[in-house]
């Protein structure tokens, strides 16, 4: 069974650009989650989706946007790019929540100049 | 709102020592308490998990005790080896209908040949 797929793996941009980061999860899988990772803050929840409906949020602003397709692939977003963006950025499958097991991507390493 | 609180920070120890990490939450309705281990520059990986129905789970050198009076769940590595040596987290998630992860700070665990 294929794991947790992420693309693409690195990606520098400039402040003020938009970025979208893909998330392909186990196949059965339905929900998918998505954290940021820093040095300083660890590891931060950002949304998680479920049948394509955004099932729960964390504490970041509104350029951070995600969806989640029919197939359960899921895609994050952020627009106008800050220097504090730069993080890795994880999404982790699991067949429903609750207390069902999770696991990672490989991560996207985003950096912005 | 809903913590983890992780400790110690960083942790060494001598090869075939033992180490134990030590995760305080603060959601009542955490029911799932996984942890992960992750090594520089790579994924965060499952190694074992707990659910609230259980005290304690051993999976060969690991062990890993829940206290749900306390809030507290621990990870205990017996006969530590230098390739254990990486970043562990612990997290939390809620008994509601989510796949939302609480992650802990991190402990940085060297094992010393």
């Known amino acids: 069974k294929a794991g947790v797929t992420q693309t693409p793996r690195y990606l520098i941009k400039t402040r003020g650009q938009q970025v979208t980061l893909s998330c392909s999860p186990i196949?059965?899988?339905?929900?998918v989650s998505w954290y940021q990772q820093t040095p300083g803050q660890g590891l931060q929840f950002l949304f998680e989706y479920f049948s394509e409906t955004q099932r729960n949020k964390g504490n970041f602003p509104g350029r951070f946007s995600g969806r989640q397709f029919s197939n359960s692939r899921s895609e994050m977003n952020v627009s106008t790019l800050e220097l504090g963006d730069s993080a890795l950025y994880l999404c982790?499958?699991?067949?429903?929540?609750?207390?069902?097991?999770?696991?990672f991507g490989q991560g996207t390493r985003l950096t912005v100049v | 709102g809903e913590n983890v609180e992780q400790h110690p920070s960083t942790l060494s120890v001598q090869e075939g020592d033992s180490a134990v990490i030590k995760c305080t939450y603060s959601?009542?309705?955490?029911?799932?308490f996984p942890w992960y281990k992750q090594e520089l520059g790579k994924r965060p990986q499952l190694i074992i998990d707990?659910?609230?129905?259980?005290g304690e789970k051993k999976d060969q050198r690991i062990a890993v005790t829940l206290n749900k009076t306390a809030k507290h769940f621990s990870l205990h590595i017996t006969e530590t080896q230098p390739e254990d040596s990486a970043v562990y987290f612990c997290?939390?998630?809620?008994?509601?209908?989510?796949?939302?992860?609480?992650f802990g700070q991190g402990t940085t665990l060297q094992v010393k040949p």
């Open positions: 997290a939390a998630r809620s008994s509601s209908n989510t796949g939302k992860l609480i």
């Open positions: 959601d009542s309705a955490s029911n799932y």
């Open positions: 982790a499958s699991s067949s429903a929540g609750g207390d069902t097991e999770a696991f």
């Open positions: 707990i659910r609230s129905n259980v």
């Open positions: 196949s059965g899988h339905r929900s």
